[in-house]
């Protein structure tokens, strides 16, 4: 009983000397963060990730354990799975990507005598661009575990990029697309159904029309529900 007793009393030691101040710290460092309006409300931050101080998070973001975000915005309701790196890039609204998701590779230069950054290393002046290219991915896209985004790529609204997906080039919106590299199989609705989805753009209406029409999500997507939900826009 002795022994159980000291292990505990070891264990609440641990917490308050190490545990506890850590915690205090992320709590001092989010209060700072969303007075400078770079931490929307509700933010979640999962252990042991690193967060830019160039990146901005908007409202009820949630990022996993052991991630990177590096001078990239993420928006709203967006979430992040554990072990991913995400490196100058531009998220919208309601997107959701999966565990051991990179976007943004660095890059080497393959036409060089080397591939290894020792090339800028030992120079006075860089010998090659290093800067990684933007990468834009839209609003209500899903990206599955294991996919790697390439820099400079741009992923349309409401695409789906399946599992170990290699993107290399752009992918149009609402497009499924897989492979190495990645390629367009299907497209989740008709070609007239997304120009309309595109056109009202839910994921920029207020949270309260969306909580209000929740039962407009919670179904299949058909044309009787575009009609209605497109109704309803206009009348709020």
């Keep these: 009983m002795e022994r159980i007793h000291k292990n505990n009393r070891e264990s609440a030691l641990i917490y308050f000397k190490k545990i506890l101040p850590q915690k205090i710290q992320m709590s001092f460092k989010y209060l700072m963060l969303r007075r ?38 993420i928006g709203l309701y967006s979430y992040i799975g554990q072990r991913t790196i995400i490196q100058n890039a531009s998220i919208g609204n309601f997107c ?10 660095d890059m080497h230069p393959i036409n060089y005598l080397s591939t290894h950054l020792m090339i800028n290393k030992f120079s006075d002046e860089p010998v ?27 992923i349309g609204d409401g695409a ?16 499924i697309v897989v492979g ?13 159904v997304i120009e309309r989805l595109l056109s ?17 999500f919670q179904k299949p997507m058909t044309k009787e529900t575009l009609d209605l939900l497109e109704m309803k826009i206009k009348k709020n």
């Excluded at 252990?47 to 160039?54: A, G, L």
């Excluded at 800067?131 to 985004?149: A, L, P, S, T």
């Excluded at 190495?180 to 007239?192: K, L, N, T, W």
């Excluded at 009202?200 to 407009?216: A, G, H, M, Q, T």
């Design 160 to 175: 789906i990029v399946g599992s170990s997906a290699v993107v290399t080039k752009d992918v149009p919106p609402f497009a």
């Design 96 to 105: 959701s990507i999966s565990w051991n998701v990179t976007i943004g590779p």
């Design 128 to 154: 090659f661009d290093t800067q990684i290219k933007r990468i834009e991915i839209g609003n209500d896209v899903w990206i599955g575990c294991n996919v790697v985004v390439m820099p400079g790529v741009k």
């Design 200 to 216: 009202i753009r839910w994921w920029e209406l207020p949270e309260r029309f969306i909580k209000e029409n929740i039962d407009l």
């Design 36 to 73: 400078r309006k770079i931490w929307g409300d509700h933010v979640f931050i999962g252990s042991n990730t690193v967060i830019s101080s160039t990146s901005i998070l908007s409202d009820d973001v949630y990022i996993g354990s052991n991630s990177s975000v590096t001078n990239s915005k």
């Design 180 to 192: 190495v590299p990645a390629h367009v199989i299907r497209y989740r609705f008709e070609e007239d």
